[in-house]
């Protein structure tokens, strides 16, 4: 199993930003993806998450309403958009896969099997 995360950067506060998860070994029918997010001297915080099949999803409060998670099952990649940036959005972004039918809440996302690499992103002006 093979996950791999792409795209973040830096972006000023109110940007926009879309981390992808590439993901080889498993397909997303079987497999929930999660993002996870851990920032300088915090802990790792779990903030979304896609299940497999039809994809019921998950979103932190702290991220509720500014972030969207989709999958595109051709290309086996989960995608992160995150809009309307802020400053404590900063911190290096991880994507994980278990397997399963649900949408993992925030600490389950903590608890999946397989994780990537991680991407880092900066909001900064």
């Known amino acids: 199993v093979q996950l791999q995360a792409s795209g973040g950067g830096l972006v000023q506060p109110g940007g926009s930003l879309r981390l992808s998860c590439a993901a080889s070994g498993i397909g997303l029918d079987s497999y929930a993806i999660g993002w996870a997010r851990q920032a300088p001297g915090k802990s790792r915080e779990g903030v979304s998450s896609?299940?497999?099949?039809?994809?019921?999803?998950y979103y932190a409060d702290s991220v509720k309403g500014r972030f969207t998670i989709s999958k595109d099952r051709a290309k086996n990649t989960v995608y992160l958009q995150m809009n309307s940036l802020k400053p404590e959005d900063t911190a290096v972004y991880y994507c994980?896969?278990?397997?399963?039918?649900?949408?993992?809440?925030?600490?389950?996302?903590?608890?999946?099997?397989?994780w990537g690499q991680g991407t880092q992103v900066t909001v900064s002006s």
């Open positions: 994980a896969a278990d397997i399963g039918v649900g949408a993992p809440s925030s600490a389950a996302i903590l608890g999946m099997d397989y």
């Open positions: 896609i299940s497999s099949g039809e994809g019921s999803t």
